[in-house]
């Protein structure tokens, strides 16, 4: 069986350090371990106008951000097909049939669009493609055929539900979709990194983040004023790691040979820890440490960013050329879906000629 990769982004605002910790530095790696036969990365603006309906502008702006993110991060169009969602109706249509193998009941039940529903403040307003993007999400993972899907931990409730799709397809109308596997980032930080603010989650959405297209100036500023542990007021005293944004950040991002770089008075990241626990240890060094790991991670991808943004003309069509593509495959796979659930009248010879025989054609 080939190996497929899909995931995504929504086009909400430009790509922060929770998507490229989460997904997006995984998806460069295994574009380049060359152990896929094909990935697909897609900007969901299908997707984002769900809950953006009334601001397209917003949308339409920052496809092009996104795609520089992308671009920057290491994603290579030679070797990842990046396609704009709104581009590939199929996609629309396959949500049409998928929608009755899910009850209204079983939507309700998903905890991140629970929680995305709180968020977003909508109480009893909740606009209907909302509440079906889970379904949406299925037909973008399927149409694909995508075996392995690299996203952070608030995705595997969409890719339990794209699996339940899959059986129930599958049992109704004969063996044709494939069941996704999340892939989640190692590190545990990594599956949710909090927002600056320390809120559980960083996201376009609350305005906590550290971008990765933030000047060196804007990340050494957020990193300064980063929500810690409120509790340690004087260096002397004894700090929490737990919750500790900072900690969580150096978690997900510090190797262990930039101790010797950086901060050569410690060995790893457990002995920096453990001097802050036992008190001593002010947090201005600790964020000091924190500047200098991202700022290694980030200079690389902003160099390319710049590099990429002297030829915008270029980049949409690098995604013009990727939908297309990914339109061909998406066609493929909806052409399986009609001919698995006998929607493909004209091509059934059979069906014609028995209709013809009833009435003595
Ligand atoms: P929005 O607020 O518009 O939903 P978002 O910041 O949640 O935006 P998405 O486009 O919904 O971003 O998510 C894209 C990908 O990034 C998903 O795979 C998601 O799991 C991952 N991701 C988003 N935020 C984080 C985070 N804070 N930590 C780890 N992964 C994340
Ligand atoms: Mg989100």
């Known amino acids: 069986m080939s190996k497929v990769i899909l995931t995504g982004d929504r086009p909400t605002g430009r790509l922060h350090v929770g998507h490229y ?15 896929y036969d094909k990935i697909f990365i897609m900007i969901a603006d299908a997707q984002a106008l769900t809950d953006n ?17 992308y671009l920057s991060a290491g994603l290579d169009p030679e070797k990842t097909t990046i396609l704009i969602q709104s581009q590939i109706p199929e996609l629309t249509e396959m949500t049409q049939y998928f929608m009755n193998l899910v009850t209204v009941s079983r939507l ?22 909302f509440f079906t993007y889970p379904i949406s999400q ?18 595997e409730p969409m890719i339990e539900q794209t699996r339940e799709i899959v059986r129930k397809f599958n049992s109704v109308y004969g063996e044709t979709l494939i069941e996704p596997e999340i892939l989640l980032p190692e590190s545990e930080a990594a599956r949710r990194l909090p927002g600056t603010d320390g809120k559980a989650k960083m996201s376009k959405s609350l305005g906590n983040c550290i971008y990765l297209a933030d ?18 007021i ?24 930039q101790f010797e770089r950086y ?20 947090d201005v060094k600790v964020k000091k440490f924190l500047n200098n790991v991202l700022q290694e991670e980030l200079e690389p991808i ?6 990429y943004e002297k030829d915008i003309a270029g980049v949409y069509d690098i995604l013009k050329k990727g939908s297309e593509e990914a339109r061909q495959v998406a066609a493929n796979t909806l052409h399986d879906i009609k001919e698995a659930m006998k929607i493909n009248y004209f091509d059934d010879a059979e069906l014609i000629a028995k209709h013809a025989k009833k009435y003595g054609n």
């Open 21 to 35: 910790v989460g997904s997006l530095k995984r998806r460069v790696e295994l574009q380049n371990s060359g152990e």
């Open 53 to 69: 309906a009334d601001n397209p502008e917003k949308v339409r702006q920052n496809i092009i951000e996104v795609a520089l993110d």
């Open 108 to 129: 309700q039940r998903n905890p991140t669009v629970k929680s995305e529903i709180n968020m977003r403040k909508f109480e009893t307003s909740i606009p209907v493609g």
């Open 138 to 155: 299925a037909s973008d993972i399927l149409a694909f055929k995508a075996t392995t899907v690299p996203a952070g931990e608030d995705q």
């Open 215 to 232: 000047s060196e100036e804007d990340v050494r500023a957020k990193i300064m004023s980063m929500y810690t542990d409120p509790d340690h």
């Open 234 to 257: 004087k260096v002397s005293d004894p700090g929490k790691i737990e919750g500790n944004t900072v900690f969580t950040y150096l978690d997900a991002f510090s190797k262990t040979e």
């Open 263 to 282: 901060l050569p008075e410690y060995a790893n990241l457990d002995e920096l820890k453990e001097h802050y626990q036992k008190g001593g240890l002010g």
């Open 302 to 307: 902003r160099a390319r960013r710049h590099e």
